[in-house]
């Protein structure tokens, strides 16, 4: 996302963003039953208070951007791929299970990196795999998703 | 006291406790020497492994973490001109010319041992300040807490003081993201779109695990370059008579990084410049610092470790964290069911007392690695950061599995992961979001009580000294880091 040279430098479209993402939510809000007695407020109006406070200071970086503010926000590819490998993994966890997985992403994220010394990295990936287990399975007792391995 | 430390000392004095210290020491300085790993992140990263610990030993391990994560950035800092935390830029100074001078084991000797002694200090200023101010706190009532909390969340000011405004639009998300969930008084539901899961509110653990360590995955793998550079370096250690002539620095910054350590959201990294600052103009050498200058790597190392036991003297007398790190503590404690605060003292006092000796053996423990260590921390800085990540993301995700069995757990903390991602990208600080859920929960609880109390009469909060006196320092807290960079800009252009 390149934002240079336009009126909404980083700075201001995070804030148009956020301001309106908060101005729905304290929509949402508002639909709440309100009920309290003498001095006690109700469910809603904490966070609308928070939401109101929110919207006030994303309006102010709005008026007054911080300076260097059409640099920011630029996003790149590898970035991107890393974080859908790691939401598929998420995806996939229950279902596929830690073991198969596992390795698979520990492959795959040095390899988006860019390194090329494929025989650490499988060498990495099983090891971490392999320790991982132990440490969480063997040792502390928490168990970690089989997906269809386990039936 | 004596009583007290004893009981400090008998926690500890077992197998599991001492392991967890020497492991929390090894892994925190590795984190510390690893560049983009702080201290609070090498925290986060580990509390997952405590999931079945002890309560005693995983704390054991977290705060041994912590003190040699402070420590660790200095080791890079030193040998490649690159501080592995925050902390360490300032060790840098000197510590680097060293290094450029063919000199790394002096600078390296003398930064584990001010290390060292700086967090013994922070220890003793933890072991005498926490009890008082603990007692002092029992008398705290709703309105007490609420202004309490508001301080807390004045330390936005110094963390973000760079850009008040986007420090305080990311605290205020994180309050908002607080409140998700069932509302505490009334039992209703709040932006939980009908997830169950969200009745309980957003896990803090996987979502503090997502802001430091997801995150730094995700803007890492971006940056990493496929070699390391390799690191060649000789080790001469400085003299014994040397080490100990300056003792003077040692106690100095120590005492002044446990001050600043205790005071909410100053940190390692301030009292690394201040103590650093405070070296030099004491110095009778003031010339020979930035050349490579012993007392400029003992001054930095001596605060920014002596920071650590300070800044637990409000995270467990008060349950208000004094630095980000000391934030994720808090929820590794609650983990465990150990509520910080002053009860603390009366329900787990072993934990407390527990605590003060881990550091002082942490501390012992840290010498003595730091000593053998350095060449193989050294070789450490060269581990390709392209296998690391990866290794990072895999902990974060089985982590936050494991936390309660539940994918959804893993999808808040990949939440928070592309939310701290965002918010580094467009150059907000991540660390207000921690605080604000750590301390979101008392500010409303308690604002909602006290005008329950005062039938809904906003004076009750002046009308309590106490909670007048704190709401009076939070209004200094916040305004203290404007008035300092408008009067160093003044400086800056007068000279």
Redesign the interface.
Known sequence: MNTENSFLG??RL??LI?IVA?AL?FW??GG??E?HS???????T??RI??A??IV??A??ML?P?R?SHE?????L??VL??LV??G??AL??LVG?FLL?PL??V???L??????YD??AL?AVI??AA?YG??IL???????TGFLGG | MIDNLILGFSTIANFPALIAIIAGVLIGIICGVLPGLSASTAVALMVPFTFGMDPVVSVLLLVSVYLAGEYGGSITAIAIGTPGTPAAAATMLDGYELTKQGKPGLALTTSVVASSIGGMIGAIVLFAFSEPLATVALSFGAPEYFALAVFGLTIIASLASDNLTKGFIVMFLGLFLKSVGLDPFSGEERFTFGVPKLMDGLSFIPALIGLFAMASVFTGIEKTAARAKGVKLSFEMPKLRRLLGMWKVYLHASLLGSIIGVLPGAGATIASFICYNEAKRFSKKKDEFGTGCLEGVAAPEAGNNAVVGGSLVPLLTLGIPGSATAAVLVGALMLHDIQPGPLLFQTNGEIVYGIFAGLFVACLAQLFFGIIGVPVWVKVISAPKALLLPVIAAISVVGSYGYNNSVVDVWVMFGFGLLGYVLKKFHFPVTPIILALVLGGILEENLRRSLLISEGDYSIFLTHPISAVLLVFAGLSLLSPIVFNRLSKTDTQAK
């Open positions: 980083s700075d995070f804030a956020l908060s939510l949402m809000i709440m039953e009920v003498s001095g006690e407020i109700s469910a809603s904490y966070p928070v939401l406070c929110l200071f994303c102010l970086l007054k911080s260097g920011q926000g630029q996003f790149n590898k970035g890393v974080m790691v939401a993994y998420i966890l229950d830690y596992t992403v520990l795959l994220l040095p988006l990196a860019g390194y090329r010394r650490l990295i990495g971490v795999t991982l440490v969480f040792v502390l007792n928490i168990p970690l998703p």
